[in-house]
């Protein structure tokens, strides 16, 4: 049979799309870094994100031992700014908060206590507070990056928010009630700190092909069942340091762009090395899921035993710890259950109810996991994971792609793209490196792990310039 003129162009334009591909991603230049110029020798917890200090030294936030430590330009003199404890003064809080960009390099630290925002100044010091426009939604700023625009308002995603109505619609006596859907979106959010006003800026993907069915069992318990794709179609977004806000579009890899001015544009895709997967490669990736959401579940229910836990505080917890793992947007989700009369709960914050079960109240709920067969798995890994996108401090946007042909041994090979939306170099960090954060001129802080000591940072630089063209 003879090919139709249609087949053949459709096999031509692939042809000619590949070939344009592989000419992109040979005249983007791969720079790599130097060698550190400064190390600690000292370890952290961990590294919840770092700012360049004026003198060149570093605000490091420890999210583990919970404290703010600032480092001379050297990184051998260390100086607590804020502590787990309050002596005297200004208290971390009892879970690890965001250190976020802010005017002049200057930053905002989130007080989980108070739900207040320490503003820091570019030495590291503490210089006023400021209540934020929405306090409530201050707790969920650890789940994802947050920045603020050119007007100084403050840029975040806005929590995931599941709501089920028992008082609309009744069930039968004895029926599993609906299970609330996590919603596959989510909002980027902007707060005004003069008006106190919040708007919405944007919407961006956070997760696909995950459901939640609540059904009761001959013995009358509840059990939950999730449906989850462990590989999901995310977008991912970030504030430049111009206040330029950007939206990467996993589907098809392309850029969504509001300069500071509200003017919108979007950029061509990107090139990018499409991978395809195998039956085998989705059976492991079901696995791996498997085994992460295994040890969550059951470090969920350790916690739940212990002396005071409340049992179907207990089953809602876990159940919502598994639906925000599954989400594949790395956030949190509050749920909203009006007209219930079971009990309350909450996870990392975020507002849960139980569901009631008649007279006695609240009643615990089981859960129980389950894959998408292999056919809706996608055919190829998409462009980028959750938490792929970061800004530097040169007015470039870094994303890290799922899968790089420039990587010589696994390393980590991010895709830099400046504020008019060209993609100008990659830069190939060091094995066994990531990036902790940025300062100006192309510096670029690293981060790695001793598995006996903790986090260890050290301070590098692009070579080859590694500016983008103004």
């Known amino acids: 049979m003879r090919p139709t003129i249609s087949a053949i162009l459709f096999v031509s334009g692939m042809l000619a799309l590949s070939a344009q591909t592989v000419l ?23 590294i919840f994100g770092l700012r360049q200090l004026k003198d060149g030294g570093v605000l490091v936030n420890d999210g583990i031992r919970r404290q703010l430590v600032t480092l001379d330009p050297t990184f051998t003199k260390r100086m607590v700014v804020v502590d787990s404890v309050a002596e005297g003064g200004q208290s971390y809080g009892p879970r690890a908060s965001p250190l976020i960009p802010y005017l002049a390099d200057s930053s905002l630290f989130v007080d ?82 003069e008006t106190r006003m919040v708007d919405t800026v ?24 999730m449906r989850i794709n462990p590989l999901s179609t ?25 300069k500071p001015d509200g003017k919108t544009f979007s950029s061509p895709k990107l090139p990018f090395d499409w991978k395809r997967l195998t039956d085998e490669d989705k059976q492991a990736l079901i696995d791996s899921a498997r ?19 409340n049992a179907a505080r207990a089953g809602a917890d876990i159940a919502m710890v598994s639906a ?28 849960v109810m139980a569901f009631g079960g008649g007279p006695g109240g609240a009643q615990a709920i089981t859960t129980k996991m389950e894959f998408v067969p292999l056919k809706e798995i996608p055919d190829y890994y998409p462009a980028i994971r959750a938490g792929a996108t970061k800004a530097d401090l040169d007015g470039n946007l870094w994303i890290l792609p799922t899968t790089s042909a420039q990587a010589k041994s696994g390393e980590l090979v991010y895709d830099v793209i400046n504020n008019k939306g060209e993609l ?47």
């Open 24 to 46: 992109a991603q040979k005249l983007v230049p791969v720079r790599d870094l130097s060698p550190a110029d400064a190390k600690t020798t000292e370890y952290f917890g961990n």
């Open 324 to 351: 925000m793992a599954a989400g594949g947007g790395g956030g949190e989700m509050r749920v909203v259950v009006s007209g219930a009369p079971g009990g309350g709960g909450s996870v990392g914050g975020a507002s």
């Open 202 to 225: 944007g919407r961006v993907k956070t997760q696909g092909g995950t459901s939640m069915n609540m059904t009761q069992g001959p013995d009358g318990r509840m059990q939950m069942t």
């Open 234 to 258: 995310v977008d991912e977004w970030a504030v430049l340091s111009d206040g330029t806000l950007a939206f990467v579009r996993g589907h098809d890899y392309h850029i969504d762009w509001i």
């Open 291 to 309: 085994t992460a959401q295994e040890k969550q579940m059951a470090d969920s229910k350790a916690a739940a035993a212990a002396p005071g836990a």
């Open 112 to 193: 989980g206590t108070s739900l207040s925002l320490l503003v820091l100044d570019p030495t590291g010091k503490i210089a006023h507070v400021m209540s934020a426009p929405k306090p409530s939604d201050l707790r969920f700023l650890a789940s994802a990056a947050s920045g603020v625009d050119a007007q100084g308002n403050l840029i975040y995603r806005a929590p995931l928010i599941m709501t089920r109505s028992t008082s609309s619609a009744p069930t039968a006596p004895g029926a599993a009630p609906a299970m609330p859907q996590p919603p596959d979106s989510a909002s980027i959010v902007r707060a005004n700190f």
């Open 424 to 470: 100008f170099q990659r830069v190939r960090l060091p094995v066994g490196r990531s990036i902790a954060g940025f300062g100006h001129n192309g510096v670029v802080y690293l981060m790695y792990r001793n598995a006996d000591l903790g986090w260890a940072l050290e301070r590098t630089r692009i070579l080859n310039n590694g500016r983008a063209a103004e």
